[in-house]
């Protein structure tokens, strides 16, 4: 502690704002202290030990490429430096994006030339890429054998043993098990930065407090996010985001994020919800547990707006305000803390009376619905359990969103279209393939974000599948419970209508259609189909 | 030869041979009588693209074919009435499957303006057909009605032979996406039915400007799609989008004026019943034969004279600089002064009213901007991806170019927010150049 940082310029090293948010190789130390917190904070993850692996196999002779690459922001430069120098000697380095020789040159020409380089001499080469630019390359690039590697990879299909791909997206930073989702990642990162021991930072923390004039909410949101079950809360939010806003997560942004929630504008669970430019924030805000709304969340803001006297309430504020939040806050501030405290103890537990208005039944059905598909194994529960999903969610929301126009259709018939007011329709099996469900079951390689619904339509020997995420998941479920999607619910309905083009191709095969119109209802038959004789019935 | 052998030299032989400023080739309107009917146009182009036609036959004919064919196949006769009126008491017959169409090019004959519009297609399609059809999925009805349509096709006297393209294809980078697209919705009939109208109207629109946008640029050669920007139609037109404003409505709207002007003259180059040569290859084919730049720069003179147009012309002797007069003296009988000036203004105002009225807004401040709506813009989407499973965004935005489509970063923003609420787009990573856009069919 030998410098005066204040407890928000140490955090400052989080931002993304901060010369820390990109790394290059620098000669010298911008700050002693920011060093210091910078390589605490650092946590060596898979895909660096993997890297490690591969880096030190390279022999200085070895024709090899190893291309680490990944988004903006994944920590690439990160991993780069640190094991630049170590290895410079029997490894060329090249950073895409960061490095250019010439600065007229574009980014596809300086990869030429590195390339081109890479040929001419006899060293191997380590280049840090952004998976975009890898793609542009691709195209774009002179080097054809190059080229075609990036190609086959970008396609997975096969490459040459030479070249080493390192993809940040093959380390998923969530995971979803048995016992709930979790992302070990972030909730590392935050861990290491509220850790009660040998914590640099909680020593800045604790410097704060003894000023004559601490930042009060930097200090209160500091001891808000060093509770554990906080920080599994807002663990769940960005696994939420990731699910059902396709939000990917990338370091830079979780730093930012983090450093967002602690030295925002506002408290903690404000900082959280309210919306702002950041990007992970701008994807949370819409599940603000403030817009629920529920009965006793109502009586909640009414009581309070009202200022009826509430001791338990009052209680529970005065605990709060030892932690440094102050009395008098908005509803939906309270409402939020209520949410963000709700998996543990608090003061008197007041806010233990919302509990179940804040479960959230969505991901706890995609989590099991997921490990269904990806870790089905035949077991009679499991059986029992997938067939009652497809049964009462999937065909159900099939089979009312197909005949959405048609309401008169029973169970198992199908609408196929309208002519001129006459509806057609026709009699089809739509059922579980538990089969290849059983054959597709791969842990080892599947996204959290999706999975694959397998069915059999009518006789047709053919599975078929759609995939399915959280989204398409919650429209079925919505469908069921009477929602009738319109056009401009184009998302995942996309899926849907695939589904009723698969339903209507069988559906027109069938030997028997129903025609409806009005109180109508006629049938016919091709009892026949070598001379084709039709039966009416119903006349 | 490529020119007529008989240009006219002197100011008499002009008021014979070319007193009047006549249009027959490479483009659809005339001066007057030029209310096309979609539906028609529609079935033209089935007959051309399909290589079938009906000759006289005709609806009624073949209901009737149809009632006996299932009359013997029905247990219950009074099941035809419902028959009937599910298919042939209304437009539903036509969803069957885009052959059927060929009922609505019936109505085409003569020089109507669908015709003409049908001839555009034409010279875009050039020799292309549909050489082998996709099995439609029907319905053992509309099966039965499918079959019996070609067994009807067989019976009646048709002239299967293609109407050939009478001009060469100006813009054949447009005609080769224009065949490719189509080949990729032949295989696709019942997409290919909902967007057929689109379809139509986009190339129609997509031939308009880039002919307009090509035609000044003559002597460069084969034509490229020039950049035209368009704005998605729930986006802001403000007047900092420098490519929206200077490389959209505005240029393509100045460039009509040389529609009719110039290629009246680039026909009148041409013997009448000699298969039509667009100006950039005359000017090809000009360019190896110095010793026509006497005939051209003759008929120059006496086409000067007896429009009495003011403009001093080409003394260097090269055939290029003759033709470069006779297409701006050509411009200059329109001009705000003369007399022939009304003749433009209308022809003008034609192709934005019916030609492009889809794709033109006009947005206050901003005035016109080039706009693309949703459906469209869908249709090109998928018209890009064609046969592939996605295509990356880059590459998209590169497919859209190449058909004359051109987006700014603004647009492009809009776009792949677009893509993400229709669910169509995949991301690799969140670095915007990896996304992948999938088609929606």
Redesign the interface.
């Given at each position: 502690m030998q410098t005066s940082l204040s407890l928000k310029e140490a955090l400052s090293v989080l931002s993304k704002s901060s010369p820390y948010a990109v790394s290059t190789e620098r000669k010298e130390s911008m700050s002693a202290g920011l060093d210091v917190i910078k390589s605490y904070l650092y946590i060596e993850t898979d895909i660096e030990k993997d890297f490690y692996k591969e880096l030190s196999k390279l022999s200085a002779n070895d024709k090899k490429i190893i291309f680490l690459c990944g988004s903006s922001g994944d920590g690439k430069s990160e991993i780069l430096t640190k094991y630049n120098h170590q290895f410079s000697n029997r490894v060329d380095f090249h950073f895409d994006a960061t490095h250019s020789f010439k600065p007229q040159d574009s980014a596809i020409q300086t990869l030429d030339k590195v390339f081109t380089d890479f040929n001419a001499g006899n060293k191997p080469l380590v280049v840090g890429i952004n998976i975009g630019m890898l793609g542009n390359y691709a195209e774009e690039g002179d080097n054809i054998e190059i080229k075609e590697s990036i190609k086959a990879f970008l396609d997975s299909e096969k490459f040459p043993d030479n070249h080493i791909y390192l993809n940040f997206e093959d380390y998923p930073k969530f995971e979803l098990q048995q016992s709930g989702h979790s992302s070990k990642f972030a909730k590392r990162l935050l861990q290491r930065i509220t850790a009660e021991d040998g914590n640099i930072i909680r020593q800045y923390f604790d410097k704060e407090l003894t000023l004559d004039k601490p930042d009060k909410r930097l200090c209160a949101n500091y001891a808000l996010l060093s509770i554990e079950a906080i920080q599994d809360v807002i663990v769940d939010l960005l696994f939420k985001a990731r699910l059902i806003k396709d939000q990917f997560l990338t370091v830079r942004a979780l730093l930012d994020f983090i450093f967002h929630l602690l030295a925002g504008p506002g408290y903690l669970q404000d900082n959280l919800f309210d919306h702002c430019d950041n990007e992970l924030v701008s994807k949370i805000t819409e599940f603000d547990p403030a817009n629920i709304r529920s009965q006793l969340i109502d009586k909640f803001v009414l009581a309070l707006s009202l200022k009826l006297p509430d001791s338990d309430f009052d209680d529970f504020v005065t605990e709060l305000s030892k932690i440094g939040i102050r009395r008098g806050q908005k509803a939906v501030s309270y409402l939020r803390l209520f949410y963000l405290l709700r998996k543990t103890e608090f003061s008197n537990n007041y806010h233990q009376a919302y509990k179940d208005d804040f479960h959230e039944q969505l991901i706890d059905k995609y989590s099991t619905v997921w490990h269904l598909h990806t870790a089905y194994e035949g077991s009679p529960t499991k059986r029992t359990a997938i067939k009652t999903f497809y049964k009462e969610i999937v065909i159900a929301a099939i089979h009312k969103y197909n005949n959405r126009n048609a309401p008169n259709l029973n169970k198992g018939e199908f609408f196929i279209c309208e002519r001129n007011g006459y509806q057609l329709a026709a009699k089809i099996d739509l059922k579980i393939d538990l089969k290849t469900i059983e054959n597709h079951v791969n842990p080892e390689r599947c996204d959290v974000s999706h999975f694959k619904l397998f069915f059999k339509i009518g006789n047709e020997n053919k599975s078929q599948n759609i995939p399915a995420n959280i989204n398409l998941l919650y429209l079925m479920q919505r469908i069921v419970d009477g929602y009738r999607p319109n056009k401009h619910d184009k998302n995942t309905v996309v899926i849907l209508d695939e589904i009723v083009q698969m339903i209507a191709d069988v559906a027109s095969k069938s030997s028997t259609l129903h025609v409806l119109k009005g109180e109508q209802r006629l049938q016919v038959t091709n009892v026949d189909n070598e001379n084709e004789d039709y039966e009416v019935s119903g006349l | 030869m490529i020119l007529r052998p008989d240009l006219p030299k002197t100011v008499d032989e002009v008021s014979k041979k070319n007193n009047k400023n006549t249009l027959n080739s490479f483009f659809p309107l005339r001066t007057k009588n030029n209310e096309f009917d979609w539906d028609a146009v529609l079935g033209h182009v089935v007959k051309i693209s399909y290589r079938k036609s009906l000759g006289n036959g005709g609806l009624e004919e073949f209901t009737q074919l149809c009632r006996t064919r299932?009359l013997a196949?029905?247990?219950?006769e009074?099941?035809w009435p419902?028959i009937e009126?599910?298919?042939f008491?209304?437009d539903?017959f036509f969803?069957i499957a885009p052959e059927l169409l060929l009922f609505k090019a019936q109505k085409v004959k003569g020089s109507s303006p669908n015709d003409r519009l049908g001839a555009m297609f034409v010279s875009l399609l050039q020799d292309f057909f549909f050489k082998d059809k996709p099995k439609i999925?029907?319905?053992?009805?509309?099966g039965?009605i499918y079959n019996a349509f070609n067994e009807y096709l067989n019976t009646v006297k048709s002239k299967a032979s293609a109407a050939t393209a009478t001009e060469y294809p100006y813009l054949p980078f447009l005609t080769g996406h224009f065949q490719q697209d189509l080949t990729f919705l032949g295989k696709r009939p019942k997409y290919f039915l909902t967007v057929f109208k689109d379809f139509l109207r986009l190339y129609s629109f997509l031939y308009t400007s880039q002919l307009a946008m090509n035609l000044k640029d003559w002597r460069s050669g084969e034509p490229k799609a020039k950049p035209l920007y368009f704005i998605l139609d729930n986006e802001k037109a403000s007047d900092e989008r420098m490519m929206v404003k200077e490389c959209g409505y505005k240029p393509m709207g100045d460039a009509f004026w040389n529609i009719f002007p110039y290629l009246a003259m680039n026909e009148g180059l041409q013997e009448s019943k000699a298969k039509k040569r667009p100006i950039w290859d005359i000017a090809n084919h000009l360019r190896e034969a110095p010793q026509t730049a006497e005939l051209l720069k003759d008929y120059a003179v006496a086409f000067k004279e007896q429009r009495e147009l003011q403009r001093p012309l080409a003394t260097s002797g090269d055939p290029l600089d003759s033709l470069n007069d006779l297409l701006k003296l050509s411009t200059d009988q329109f001009a705000r002064a003369e007399t022939r000036h009304e003749i433009n203004v209308k022809y003008v105002r034609t192709i934005e009213t019916e030609l492009c009225s889809h794709f033109i807004q006009s947005r206050g401040r901003a005035g016109r901007v080039l706009v693309f709506n949703q459906d469209y813009l869908v249709l090109l989407t998928n018209l890009a991806i064609g046969e592939l499973d996605r295509l990356?965004f880059?590459?998209l935005i590169k497919a859209f170019e190449s058909r004359g489509v051109f987006f700014d970063k603004q647009s492009q923003q809009v776009l792949i927010e677009f893509y993400?609420?229709?669910?169509?787009v995949e991301?690799?990573?969140?670095?915007?150049?990896?996304v992948y856009v999938i088609k929606?069919i």
């Open positions: - | 299932f196949k029905l247990d219950e009074d099941f419902v009126q599910m298919y008491e209304c539903d969803d999925p029907l319905n053992f009805l509309e039965e990356r880059n590459e993400g609420r229709i669910g169509n991301r690799m990573s969140d670095s915007g150049d990896a929606t």
